[in-house]
């Protein structure tokens, strides 16, 4: 039986059992939405329809339709945010790079039995060298946050897989965009605010564009690692072993954690089935 693998598992199995448990194993996931990521998503979304040529109005048009179905009330202005940032972006950061391959699929090996999948972002040539195009919005760009980028798991997970394809990577080039902080202000219309919103992604200096470079020897480290990882989500899955990881609650915050503490079925109604996770 082949088991597949991806980052978001081997992140979340890392973080705690019990979370993936609830995550991949039961696949349910909380009603209500969480609002942070749901813009990153709409972001990458837009980027992505004009990375392939398309206009403002097509990525305009595939933000909206991803939130067709959400009450009013959820979206939070999510579309018109991120709206925003993708037409900044698009105005102020000047790629300098060639695309060789846009959100294609990999799955590689990551040990007996066991295959490594995902999607890339964006493989692109840059100073005649291969790079993973890496977008992500963040409310603080600061020497911390470029240095925790040296960790960012899921990237470096991207870069096993392009060295297992036969790419050259050189390493993963970072576009952020930092996230305002304004907020709509009272007797302010909302038209008003999206207009405010708008001119404030209109600053260069909202784009940092930082470089991350990775050698042969850390690819190889970090296959180890996932080859590790993957062995001991196997090892659990067969034996049902779920423990939990409190101080993951503290550090990264948990969606379960109503359940988590004490799985009642009041607590579950907080919760839905959902076919299957990325």
Not at 215 to 230: H, K
Not at 271 to 276: I, S
Request: charged letters at 30%; a negative charge.
């Amino acid at each position: 039986m082949i088991r597949f693998m991806s980052a978001s598992k081997i992140r979340c199995f890392k973080e705690c059992r019990r979370k993936y448990y609830f995550r991949y194993i039961e696949s349910i996931e909380p009603i209500t939405k969480a609002l942070p990521l749901a813009l990153g998503k709409a972001v990458h979304t837009g980027l992505e329809i004009l990375d392939g040529g398309g206009t403002m109005e097509q990525a305009e048009a595939a933000i909206n339709l991803q939130y067709e179905d959400w009450p009013e009330e959820d979206t939070g202005m999510i579309p018109v945010h991120a709206l925003a940032i993708v037409a900044g972006y698009h105005e102020y950061v000047k790629p300098d790079w060639k695309i060789i391959d846009l959100e294609s699929r990999f799955e590689v090996s990551c040990g007996k039995g066991r295959r490594l999948i995902g999607y890339f972002d964006g493989i692109i040539e840059r100073n005649g060298h291969t790079y993973i195009l890496e977008r992500k919005t963040a409310r603080t760009v600061d020497e911390k946050y470029l240095h925790n980028l040296l960790w960012d798991e899921q990237a470096s997970i991207y870069a096993y897989a392009a060295s297992e394809l036969g790419l050259n990577i050189k390493g993963i080039l970072y576009d952020i965009i930092q996230k305002a902080s304004i907020r709509q202000k009272q007797n302010e219309t909302e038209e008003e605010f999206i207009e405010r919103l708008r001119e404030w992604y209109k600053a260069p200096s909202r784009y940092t564009r930082h470089l991350v470079t990775r050698n042969r020897n850390q690819i190889e480290s970090l296959a180890d690692d996932i080859r590790d990882v993957a062995l001991d989500i196997t090892v659990t899955e067969r034996e049902q072993r779920w423990y939990r990881n409190p101080a993951a609650c503290q550090i990264y915050g948990c969606a379960f954690r109503s359940i988590c503490l004490e799985d009642t079925p009041e607590a579950r109604t907080e919760f839905q089935t959902k076919e299957t996770y990325k």
